[in-house]
């Protein structure tokens, strides 16, 4: 049961999932045929699906391995992040990922988080709805990214969200993203309840994406108001959530995969009816793609 009380969208906020609600989890499962990428073997596994603009790299650092590439020693895949980096393939982040073969395998490597579309390999990340309840209804905080943002400049985001670096955990991820990006103290942080992992693969401009995000939710005190604290938010919105409704289903104003953890929300507070048909399809679509143990999609 959810500790809050629900409101029920307006009488024109119905769940329109072909046109509406659904163009987001489309957007978020488009890619093209893996037959344009080659697998990149970690260690005898299969850990990514390798970008053709990184395929002549490979090739010529001698990483050739059966249909596609391979590095025994995952402890040169730092090095070899460097040196695609350098080569002008991606733009580096500056901070280490865990690279595995399947979403929460163990880790078998380590590479700069810029790299992970350009090899396929899987990320994982958090989101957090930052919810207040008021005598007018639950509201949502909401963060505008910044303008300078290189991914999605200027889109709307969580009140926290961000991917899990290397060595951390989602929870721990958690409180470090909602200390630097709402000035969130750990003891409100550690509040927030775990409510489920929304998959999805596509295809976005720096190469394959497939990701894993763990959603949590966090009842605030009306008297709370986040504040920017590391540069990448430029303003802190708190909506009414009949109104986030509305934006997710008619716009685009949100980053594209904050629609995904947003539909979520709609589903398990009923705002959107998970057992009518078009909730089940809705539902259907964010549990995303099945990885086998090879990293194939099933």
Not at 15 to 43: K, Y
Request: glycine share 10%; aromatic share 8%.
């Amino acid at each position: 049961m959810t500790p809050f009380s629900l409101i029920s969208p307006s009488s024109d906020a119905t769940a329109d999932t072909d046109d509406g609600f659904m163009r987001h989890i489309h957007a978020c499962n488009a890619r093209r045929s893996d037959v344009e990428r080659r697998p990149f073997r970690l260690g005898g596994h299969v850990a990514g699906l390798v970008e053709p603009t990184a395929a002549a790299a490979l090739h010529e650092a001698g990483l050739n391995d059966r249909d596609g590439f391979a590095l025994p020693d995952a402890s040169e895949l730092e090095a070899l992040g460097r040196r695609l980096a350098a080569l002008g393939l991606y733009r580096p982040h500056d901070e280490l990922f865990d690279v595995r073969a399947t979403p929460g395998g163990p880790a078998l490597g380590r590479i700069d988080r810029g790299a992970l579309p350009l090899f396929g390999f899987f990320a994982t990340g958090v989101h957090m709805n930052g919810l207040v309840q008021r005598s007018d209804g639950l509201h949502l905080w909401v963060g505008r990214r910044a303008r300078d943002k290189r991914l999605d400049p200027g889109k709307l985001d969580h009140l926290v969200a961000g991917g899990v670096p290397a060595g951390y955990t989602p929870d721990e991820a958690l409180l470090k993203e909602a200390e630097e990006e709402a000035s969130l103290p750990p003891e409100v942080t550690r509040q927030a309840r775990g409510v489920g992992v929304i998959r999805y693969a596509m295809d976005r401009p720096e190469g394959l994406r497939r990701d894993a995000l763990h959603c949590y939710d966090l009842l605030l005190p009306e008297t709370f108001t986040p504040r920017p604290a590391d540069g990448e938010v430029e303003e802190f919105l708190l909506l009414p959530l009949s109104d986030v409704f509305a934006l997710v289903r008619d716009t685009d104003e949100f980053k594209f995969n904050v629609n995904l953890v947003l539909i979520d929300l709609f589903l398990r507070f009923g705002m959107i009816d998970p057992e009518s048909t078009e909730g089940r399809v809705l539902r259907a679509g964010l549990n995303g793609p099945v990885f086998d143990d090879e990293g194939a999609a099933a």
